[in-house]
């Protein structure tokens, strides 16, 4: 029985572990596309400000809990439980099947998406829209210093973010009982990056072509 119960924590260990990783591993590919959406951004000459506002609109399914409030009621129920009672069974699963399963707060988020693309600074963005891991983002970009529209560049954009981790391995690491008592499981800081040729010094700059 000894055996079994510490076999069975072990097999409970590595299965945590796989989970944790493959859910850093998702995080980390979401992070990549934000830096392509930040870099296909800048490459078509937009500014600073723009480059951050896309990389944080990809990021949304890694940036946690919204923390804008809705008004309750602005979304019309189109849900299938609707229409049980006054429409036929057939009718009703057709209707599923062409459903969408997002939920109506996540409509809402997604409806406000254009509005914080559209917004002038930083404050008015917060009010439209915001999460709770956007405070940890850093948008990094590496442009070379010559771009005179004679040539294309390169740029890179690096995003950075803190994901919490879903097990206190660290303090299973370090044998702090208290850490794990009290839920601080930490976090870690994940790197996604991508690179792409800027082409708009050629038609930003008037060159007579």
């Given amino acids: 029985m000894v055996e079994s119960i510490v076999v069975m924590l072990m097999i409970g260990l590595v ?5 944790q990783y493959s859910n850093l591993l998702s995080a980390r590919l979401v992070l990549d596309h934000a830096a392509a959406r930040a870099a296909r951004a800048r490459t078509v000459g937009l500014n600073h400000w723009m480059v951050q506002k896309s990389a944080r609109a990809a990021a949304i399914p890694v940036s946690g809990k919204c923390l804008t409030e809705f008004t309750e009621g602005t979304v ?3 849900g299938v439980a609707a229409l ?3 429409v036929h069974p057939g009718r009703v699963w057709n209707a599923a099947l062409r459903a ?8 809402l988020e997604r409806a406000r998406i254009p509005d914080y693309m559209d917004s002038v600074n930083g404050p008015t963005a917060n009010e439209v829209l915001d999460y709770e891991r956007w405070e940890s983002m850093v948008v990094d970009m590496d442009e070379p210093l ?4 004679s040539m294309p560049g390169k740029i890179s954009v690096s995003v950075r973010q803190d994901h919490p981790l879903l097990i206190a391995f660290p303090a299973l690491q370090q044998g702090d009982l208290r850490g794990l008592l009290e839920g601080d499981v930490g976090f870690v800081r994940l790197h996604g990056r991508f690179s792409i040729e800027s082409h708009y010094p050629l038609y930003m700059e008037n060159m007579n072509w």
């Fill in 15 to 19: 299965f945590f572990a796989l989970f």
């Fill in 76 to 78: 019309e129920d189109t």
């Fill in 84 to 86: 049980l009672s006054r």
């Fill in 100 to 107: 969408s399963p997002q939920s109506a707060r996540a409509q």
């Fill in 146 to 149: 010559s771009l005179d529209g």
